[in-house]
């Protein structure tokens, strides 16, 4: 993948980001921050980026321009569709985004309709749910949700090993259900719109979560393998895995603390701690790389699917 293909997919990211036209200031935030957290890892100037499609100084046809092959175009579209639906199912807005978004690239129907039916699924699967292959973790058993939190984390980090846009798009899903969880375990019954507030004040935005998610693979270089390659294909860049690891890791963890406390910590808090533990998680992520690994390996993509969405 050249430099100008990586430019219009990140470019098509970012306006999909910023199609809902009423963003959280927190979200808008957090998206500014993984621009520049990605330009310092890449040594590309995506921050210049973040403030082209900010100030619309970037067209949606000037965006598309450089994606000069079909899957490329079709890789652009999944990845637009999970950005719009990582905070809920898209809006009016997102809606006219997406639609034009196919139309510039050329997208059959046939070649959209599903993807968007996956991904309209999974942003409306109920948080109450079970998380798929893990066991239920006792009221407040300690052991029992620490290992629930690992397991999750594993989960989650596997799924960024694989191609499938679809398996990046089943994160949130699965991290909201663990902090509802954790928040059960003690006591409370929380609903989505609780969740996605605590996982802005900690720090994790939904819809710069995905783009990050996204942005990760870009500079790491793997969807360019993927590209080149055909069938199921496990990455053998473990940036992407590390940060979904960590960041699960965190969340499991710093919700247990904050419904164990009786929901005292105040934002300031949240946020510090949230931000220590993903530094301590990072390190403890290479002592669990195998079995993220082995995980990735053996994941019935489908199957998972199938039970988030049940």
């Known amino acids: 993948m050249n430099p100008e293909q990586t430019r219009s997919l990140l470019t098509v990211c ?9 963003q959280d200031p927190r979200e808008r935030e957090h998206v500014r921050s993984v621009a520049e957290s990605l330009s310092a890892q890449s040594g590309a100037d995506f921050m210049r980026l973040y403030q082209d499609v900010l100030l619309k100084r970037v067209t949606l046809e000037q965006a598309v321009a450089g994606l000069d092959s079909p899957e490329l175009r079709q890789l652009a579209f999944e990845m637009a ?7 809920g199912v898209h809006d009016a807005g997102e809606t006219e985004f997406l639609d034009r978004l196919g139309g510039l690239l050329g997208l059959a129907r046939a ?9 309209d699924a999974l942003a409306a699967a109920p948080v109450e749910a079970p998380i798929p292959e893990l066991p239920a973790a006792a009221p407040a058993d300690q052991p029992e949700l620490d290992r629930m939190i690992l397991n999750a984390a594993i ?6 090993l694989l191609p499938e846009t679809l398996a ?13 969880r954790v928040g059960k375990a003690y006591g409370y019954e929380l609903d989505r719109g609780h969740i996605t507030d605590f996982l802005a004040t900690v720090g994790v935005g939904l819809t710069s979560q995905y783009v990050e998610q996204f ?20 990455g053998s860049e473990a940036t992407g895995a590390a940060f979904s690891f960590a960041t699960t890791y965190a969340l499991g963890h710093v919700a247990k603390r904050y419904y164990a406390e009786g929901r005292k910590l105040d ?11 993903v530094d301590s998680a ?4 290479a002592q669990y790389a195998p079995q993220i690994a082995e995980r990735a390996r053996t994941l019935d993509l489908k199957r998972l699917m199938a039970e988030i969405r049940a």
């Open 155 to 160: 989960l989650n980090g596997a799924l960024e």
């Open 111 to 119: 070649a959209v309709a599903p993807v968007v039916r996956e991904a």
């Open 168 to 180: 990046s798009m089943a994160i949130i899903p699965l991290q909201t259900r663990l902090v509802y």
């Open 81 to 87: 569709v999970g950005v719009c639906d990582a905070d």
């Open 215 to 234: 942005g990760r693979k870009l500079v790491g270089g793997l969807l360019g393998k993927v590209l080149g390659r055909s069938g199921r294909t496990i």
């Open 267 to 277: 934002a300031a808090s949240l946020k510090a701690t949230f931000a220590q533990t």
């Open 14 to 22: 970012l306006m999909a980001a910023f199609s809902d036209g009423h």
């Open 282 to 285: 990072r390190g403890l992520q």
